[in-house]
């Protein structure tokens, strides 16, 4: 059975403000077999073991070539970029600011 990969770019985190760990791409293999609670402890478990495997590399070009060399089907995700504005401090303060300034 020839399972799907999913090469992605992970997006920053809400608790990050630089763009570490950002910047390498990543193949995972998609989940073959749903997982599945383990009824006396609570654990979730899968007999899935590829969906333990996640490689990087450092350009999506890289990982597209060693899916193709290795047969590996694959489906590309996009990274969103978030919406950049442009925000000063001293905006704070003006004179015609469209809210009222609380405290």
Known sequence: MNMVARIYRPAKTAMQ????????W???????VARKIEPLMG????RDMKSQ????FESL?????????????YRIE?????????VSYTD?????????WTH
């Open 17 to 24: 403000s630089g763009k570490a760990k950002t910047e390498a």
């Open 26 to 32: 990543f193949l995972e293999y998609e989940p073959e």
């Open 43 to 46: 654990y979730t478990s899968s």
């Open 53 to 56: 495997i996640r490689m990087s």
């Open 61 to 73: 070009e890289e990982a597209i070539a060693y899916a193709q060399k290795y047969g590996i089907a």
């Open 78 to 86: 996009e990274p969103k970029e978030a919406k950049r504005r442009k």
């Open 92 to 100: 704070n303060f003006r004179f015609d600011r469209q809210q009222p």
